[in-house]
């Protein structure tokens, strides 16, 4: 089979050319993006927000509060701003429980190369920011700027997971104009687009027919702007406040390249540079939540989010190769409760606790996005630096379920050189700690 397939390939047709390309990438390159909050979504986009483990942004105001309520402003007298810098430093083991490759014609054999790989969820720092201000007695424009995609899982060349990931890199600015308008008394209604660049960097190993020959590498890169929106209504009476929202999914086009080479022998014809486009989605969002104020001095918050992440299917590859990369992630649930308790004028402080669930199915967790269940607990204070600027401070503890690397992928899929990789391999003893510092501003 080797000395057929070697004679053909001196010749290669496009068709056979543009199926193994197609073939590699399906195979191979699965997964979009590292895992940090349920499936590659960064809620870290306020501190004050962070300190009660997001329990009550959709039903409290202010500016800082944007991104999950367009509404929040309503009603706003005067301006106010918020700004936040936030450090993520995930932690996890991914080690090796026995993956093989299947060369054509040879029997299974030990993929080898380093068997565990420490820490591959590179540390982050996050900024945001927004602002708003009150026009008028009724209306309220705004502004955030925020990263809700934005991380980098790496592997070396030399680990067992080479082949399904290597770098895993994913950028997101997005930036959301708001309006919101005060209806009645304590009733708003907030509208926002969602201006949003991406862009994405994902490279892997290819194996080489021969075991004896040095791996080849691919690597798939590209970016664009596209536009999603997000809705919001705020209600607001004595010691309750309500709120609902929903964000829109974002369909990414990102015009880029996908790029082969170091392939030998009868492989060595696919080395290339192939301009193309790669399509994807990320999820909408349906949040509902509540903040009671039981003394003056204290209120409790609770939030339940719907994520849409059945969406996120597929990343669609365009022209010349027209095929499809499955991920076939599902809708997930995410609930927060939490407090913030006034300890004097200056003073405040709070805690909450999440339970986040992951989109990645159990029986398809890959490298790249090692993700599973996890629990985050959070504490967070304010001091009031007079009366028109405070400064917050929150930390956030992140603990994920154990879980196991078990998707197997193909190189070359579909074609009569298709390499199997049957994965076997574990996440161990993942955690996340993340520290933030903002501050807030009235003027």
């Known amino acids: 089979m080797m000395k057929a397939f070697a004679t053909r390939r001196r010749k290669p047709t496009s068709d056979n050319r543009r199926l193994l390309l197609a073939g590699s990438l399906v195979g191979t390159m699965l997964g979009a993006t590292p895992a940090l909050a349920g499936g590659f979504y960064l809620q870290d986009q306020s501190t004050k927000a962070s ?46 429980t026995g993956t093989l490759i299947v060369r054509p014609g040879q029997a299974p054999a030990a993929v080898g190369g380093d068997q565990t790989t420490h820490n591959p969820i590179n540390n982050g720092v996050l900024p945001s920011g927004a602002i708003a201000h009150g026009i008028g007695s009724h209306l309220s424009l705004g502004l955030a700027i925020t990263a809700p995609y934005n991380f980098t899982t790496q592997y070396s060349t030399t680990s067992w997971a080479r082949y399904t990931a290597m770098t895993t890199r994913l950028r997101t600015i997005d930036i959301q104009p708001s309006i919101a308008v005060e209806l ?8 926002a687009a969602n201006l949003e660049r991406a862009s994405a960097y994902l490279s892997n190993a290819l194996p080489n027919l021969s075991p004896l020959l040095p791996d080849g590498s691919q690597a798939l890169k590209g970016s664009g702007w596209d536009v999603g929106y997000s809705l919001g209504a705020q209600y607001r009476h004595g010691p309750l406040s309500l709120g609902v929202s929903y964000k829109s999914s974002i369909t990414h ?63 669609y590859l365009g022209s010349p190769l027209n095929t499809a990369m499955p991920e076939n992630y599902r809708n997930t649930w ?8 006034d300890l004097s004028p200056t003073w405040t402080v709070r805690a909450g606790v999440q339970r986040d ?55 070359y899929a579909g074609t009569v050189v298709q390499t199997p990789i049957l994965v ?12 933030s510092l903002g501050g807030r501003v009235s003027f």
Do not use: C
């Open 51 to 96: 300190g009660r483990a997001f329990s009550g942004e959709v039903a409290d105001q202010g500016a800082e509060s944007l991104w999950w309520n367009p509404a929040s402003i309503g009603g706003l007298e005067g301006g106010s701003a918020a700004i936040s810098v936030t450090a993520i430093l995930p932690r996890a083991d991914v080690t090796n």
């Open 184 to 191: 009645a008394p304590g009733f708003s209604l907030g509208a």
């Open 253 to 315: 086009t990102l015009d880029g390249s996908v790029t082969i080479g170091g392939l030998l022998g009868p492989l060595a014809g696919q080395n290339t540079t192939l301009n193309t486009t790669a399509k994807f989605s990320t999820p909408w969002q349906l949040n509902m939540g509540a903040r009671y104020k039981i003394t003056p001095g204290l209120t409790l918050n609770g939030s339940v989010t719907r994520f849409g992440w059945a969406k996120f299917q597929n990343i």
């Open 334 to 341: 995410s609930y927060a409760a939490g407090f913030d308790a």
């Open 357 to 411: 669930m992951t989109p990645v199915r159990g029986e398809q967790r890959d490298a790249r996005v090692p993700d599973s269940n996890r629990w985050n607990f959070a504490v967070g204070g304010t001091h009031a630096v007079g009366k028109a600027f405070k400064i917050d401070a929150a930390f956030n503890y992140l603990t994920l379920d154990n879980a196991p690397v078990n998707r197997t992928t193909a190189a």
């Open 424 to 435: 076997s391999g574990a996440v161990n003893s993942p955690h996340v700690f993340i520290f």
